[in-house]
């Protein structure tokens, strides 16, 4: 199962563009990477997924180069409510039947005014 | 329902007593997950059911904990004996299945307190 990596914090200001990436050398062939946004007292919610290239949807874009080696959130214009922890996953499947996937213990990403 | 339903949002226990924790998942979804989560920690696997498969134990701490999934739907995590280490959030999580292009849909967990 792939590792990942990644910053165990960040600060980001209102307004702010915040890029958040994830070193995960060991991805297979198989694998796609999921990113989740968990905040205080609630389960984690999926934010975007990608297998290569960049993905883009109303929350966020997803960025992987070609050797998928790493890849970065990236949250455009972030405002308060953006404070989370952010989780990079890497696992088999585009959803489904993913087994075991390893969360680790996140970015936590604080936004001040 | 709309999202993945998990009760008791939280529970006390005295240490040595048994605990059930229950999961309904989002309808239809076919795989389901338990996972919990220590005090400003990441997420531990636990257990993975798919469909009638035999389900993936290997995330299980101890022969104290158990979980079922009834007819496809329902489960419920049993943590036998509890001890202090137990304390956790217990996050369920489920997927539609195979073929899927998003990702889980977790519960808002089940906050257990050993005391």
């Known amino acids: 199962l792939a590792k990942t990596t990644q910053p165990i914090s960040m600060d980001s200001y209102e307004g702010q563009e915040v890029n958040i990436t994830c070193s995960h050398n060991?991805?297979?062939?198989?694998?796609?990477i999921t990113w989740y946004q968990q905040f205080p007292s609630q389960g984690p919610r999926f934010i975007i997924q990608g297998y290569k290239t960049k993905v883009t949807n109303e929350v966020a874009s997803l960025f992987i180069p070609a050797d998928r080696k790493s890849s970065t959130l990236s949250l455009p214009r972030v405002s308060l409510s953006d404070t989370a922890v952010y989780y990079c996953l890497v696992g088999e499947g585009s959803g489904g039947s993913q087994g075991n996937l390893i969360f680790g213990k996140g970015t936590k990403l604080s936004v001040k005014p | 329902g709309a999202g993945v339903s998990q009760s008791p949002s939280n529970k006390v226990t005295e240490k040595g007593k048994d605990v059930e924790l229950r999961c309904d998942p989002i309808s239809g979804h076919t795989a389901l997950y338990w996972y919990r989560q220590s005090l400003g920690q990441g997420l531990e696997f636990l257990i993975y059911?798919?469909?009638?498969?035999?389900?993936?134990k290997s995330g299980l701490p101890s022969d104290r904990f158990s979980a079922e999934r009834t007819g496809g739907s329902v489960s419920t995590l049993t943590i036998q004996r509890t001890q202090q280490e137990d304390s956790a959030v217990y996050l369920c999580a489920s997927l539609p299945g195979p073929g899927a292009d998003y990702g889980y849909t977790f519960g808002s967990g089940t906050r257990l307190t050993v005391v």
């Open positions: 059911f798919q469909g009638n498969s035999a389900p993936d």
């Open positions: 060991n991805i297979a062939t198989n694998d796609y």
